[in-house]
T-cell receptor, first 116, second 114 residues
Framework: NAGVTQTPKFQVLKTGQSMTLQCAQDMNHEYMSWYRQDPGMGLRLIHYSVGAGITDQGEVPNGYNVSRSTTEDFPLRLLSAAPSQTSVYFC???????????????FGDGTRLSIL | KQEVTQIPAALSVPEGENLVLNCSFTDSAIYNLQWFRQDPGKGLTSLLLIQSSQREQTSGRLNASLDKSSGRSTLYIAASQPGDSATYLCAVTISQGGSEKLVFGKGTKLTVNP
C-alpha cells in the first residue's frame, strides 16, 4: 500500500516556466488537497477536491490550477512560475466524512520546489 | 476566521521527561482536531484525531485532550525518547463553502536530548 505518492521530490525552475506536480493515492479516498508549507507561515491550502470532476479553491489559489479526472490523481499545475512560489508542496487525501466521522488525513512526502 | 496557535514554537527536553504541547484555536465550531508529526524532509503523519464530541484520545505514550469550549488542546507525551524529536502540528477541521477544510498551527519543534 503506497499511500500518497508525490513526484518529483525536488525541482528547480526558472521564472516563467510551467510545470505539473503529480499526486496519486491508492486508498480510494474521495478528498484530496494541496498545501504549501513556508517558514513562519505554516501549511496553507491551495486547492482541494471532494471527488472526481469537482475542485475548489483554498486559501492561496492564485498561480495554480488543478483538475481531478480520476479518484486516484490530483495534479497541481504552476502556470508561470514566480520566485514567490518557492516552497514545499504537500498533497493529502482522506475519506470524505460528514464532519462527525472525518478520517485522518494522509500526506505525501512533499515536493521541494525552487524558482530562480 | 479560524486561527490555530501553538506554543511554544520550540521545546528541548532531556530524555525520559513527560511533556505537554499546547494548541489553541479561536472558533469552537470545529468538527475535529488532529495532531500530526513531521520529521525533517518528510510529510505529515497523523498521530491522533479527536472528534468534537470527544474529550481525549490515547495511542501508546501519547494522549491528546480537547476542550472545545475554551478552544484548547494538549498533546501529552510520556517518557519522551530521542526518537520523538520532530515538529508537532495541530489542525482543526472546519466547515467552509459547503466542504470541510483543515486549518493548521505553525507547529512546535521538539528536541529530546539523550
Amino acid at each position: 500500500n503506497a499511500g500518497v505518492t508525490q513526484t518529483p521530490k525536488f525541482q528547480v525552475l526558472k521564472t516563467g516556466q510551467s510545470m505539473t506536480l503529480q499526486c496519486a493515492q491508492d486508498m480510494n479516498h474521495e478528498y484530496m488537497s494541496w498545501y504549501r508549507q513556508d517558514p513562519g507561515m505554516g501549511l496553507r491550502l491551495i486547492h482541494y477536491s471532494v471527488g472526481a470532476g469537482i475542485t475548489d479553491q483554498g486559501e492561496v489559489p492564485n498561480g495554480y490550477n488543478v483538475s481531478r479526472s480520476t479518484t486516484e490523481d490530483f495534479p497541481l499545475r504552476l502556470l508561470s512560475a514566480a520566485p514567490s512560489q518557492t516552497s514545499v508542496y504537500f498533497c493529502a487525501s482522506s475519506r470524505q466524512g460528514r464532519g462527525w466521522d472525518n478520517q485522518p488525513q494522509h500526506f505525501g512526502d512533499g515536493t521541494r520546489l525552487s524558482i530562480l | 476566521k479560524q486561527e490555530v496557535t501553538q506554543i511554544p514554537a520550540a521545546l528541548s527536553v532531556p530524555e525520559g521527561e513527560n511533556l505537554v504541547l499546547n494548541c489553541s484555536f479561536t472558533d469552537s465550531a470545529i468538527y475535529n482536531l488532529q495532531w500530526f508529526r513531521q520529521d525533517p524532509g518528510k510529510g505529515l503523519t497523523s498521530l491522533l484525531l479527536i472528534q468534537s464530541s470527544q474529550r481525549e484520545q490515547t495511542s501508546g505514550r501519547l494522549n491528546a485532550s480537547l476542550d472545545k469550549s475554551s478552544g484548547r488542546s494538549t498533546l501529552y507525551i510520556a517518557a519522551s525518547q530521542p526518537g520523538d524529536s520532530a515538529t508537532y502540528l495541530c489542525a482543526v477541521t472546519i466547515s467552509q463553502g459547503g466542504s470541510e477544510k483543515l486549518v493548521f498551527g505553525k507547529g512546535t519543534k521538539l528536541t529530546v536530548n539523550p
